[in-house]
């Protein structure tokens, strides 16, 4: 069974450009989370979606959005980005939400 | 209220130790409580959970004792082994909810003396 699956793996941007990053959950998982990994906050949850609505936010910027595809596939977009943009973005897909997540390896943007 | 606190932030213990890694909430509503493990250059990869139905759960060298009444859990690492080094991590969320919003601790980096 694959597992959850982001990419790219890498990505270096300029401030002020905009970049999406893509998730494929696992097979049969409806929900895909959104979550921030840096050094100084931590893991940081971004948003949720579930059949293709968002059904929860974290405190963000509205620069930070996303979207999910009838396949359960999830996008996430950051506009005009800013140097502390620079982190981990981390998916995490699992059946309905509240249950066991399982998380991909992640995507490390830098913003230079 | 929405938060989950971790102690320690790091820990380093000789092989066969049994480290222990403590969490505490405040908001009574947490009820599904996971522990993730993370390497570098990896995502979190979940290692157990519990509800606070249950005072203990052991998966395999890992168990978690959860307090309900003080409001906190732990990770113990039973027969710790130099693989073990990873970063670990604590989180809560409201498991009944149509939610997988999930809290995390502030992180634990443990370091197995071989």
């Known amino acids: 069974k694959a597992g959850v699956t982001q990419t790219p793996r890498y990505l270096i941007k300029t401030r002020g450009q905009q970049v999406t990053l893509s998730c494929s959950p696992i097979?049969?998982?409806?929900?895909v989370s959104w979550y921030q990994q840096t050094p100084g906050q931590g893991l940081q949850f971004l948003f949720e979606y579930f059949s293709e609505t968002q059904r929860n936010k974290g405190n963000f910027p509205g620069r930070f959005s996303g979207r999910q595809f009838s396949n359960s596939r999830s996008e996430m977009n950051v506009s005009t980005l800013e140097l502390g943009d620079s982190a981990l973005y981390l998916c995490?897909?699992?059946?309905?939400?509240?249950?066991?997540?399982?998380f991909g390896q992640g995507t490390r943007l830098t913003v230079v | 209220q929405q938060q989950v606190k971790q102690s320690p932030q790091s820990l380093i213990v000789q092989k066969g130790g049994i480290p222990i890694i403590n969490c505490a909430y405040e908001?009574?509503?947490?009820?599904?409580f996971p522990w993730y493990q993370q390497f570098p250059g990896k995502g979190p990869a979940l290692l157990i959970a519990i509800r606070p139905d249950v005072s203990e759960k052991k998966e395999g060298r890992f168990t978690i004792s959860f307090n309900k009444s003080a409001k906190q859990f732990s990770l113990h690492i039973m027969d710790s082994q130099p693989g073990d080094s990873a970063t670990y991590f604590c989180?809560?969320?409201?498991?009944?909810?149509?939610?997988?919003?999930?809290?995390f601790g502030q992180g634990t980096t443990l370091q197995v003396k071989p």
């Open positions: 908001n009574t509503a947490f009820d599904y």
């Open positions: 995490a897909s699992s059946l309905h939400g509240n249950t066991e997540a399982f």
């Open positions: 989180a809560a969320s409201i498991g009944t909810s149509n939610t997988g919003k999930l809290i």
């Open positions: 097979s049969g998982h409806r929900s």
